[in-house]
C-alpha cells in the first residue's frame, strides 16, 4: 500500500458516502383513483358521529321528558349541522396541507 492515496477514487467515496448519509426521499404511494378516499371516509364518518350523538341525545331527552318525537328530530338536526361544521374543518385542515406540500414541491428546485 502506497502513503498517498489516489484522489479520484477518495472523491468517489466521498460521494458515496454523502449518497448513503442522505436521507433517501420517500416515495409518494400512488393510490390511483382512490387516493382521495382516506379523507373522503374520516368526513363520512365524522358527519355519521355528529348524527348518531344527535339521535342518541334525542332519544335519551324524549324518554326523560316523554314528548316522543321532539327531541329526536331537533337532536339529529343539530347532530347533523355538527357534522357538516366538522366536516369543514377537516376539508379546510387536508386544502392547508396540500396547499403547503404543492408551495414546498414548486419551491424545490
Known sequence: MSDNPDPDRLKALAEKLDAAQAEPERKKHDAGKYGGAGPAWQMVV???????IGVILGLALDSWTGLAPLFVVVMT????AAGIRVMIQTANAHQKKADAAALEKKQKP
Open 46 to 52: 365524522e358527519l355519521t358521529t355528529g348524527m348518531a
Open 77 to 80: 338536526l343539530l347532530g347533523f
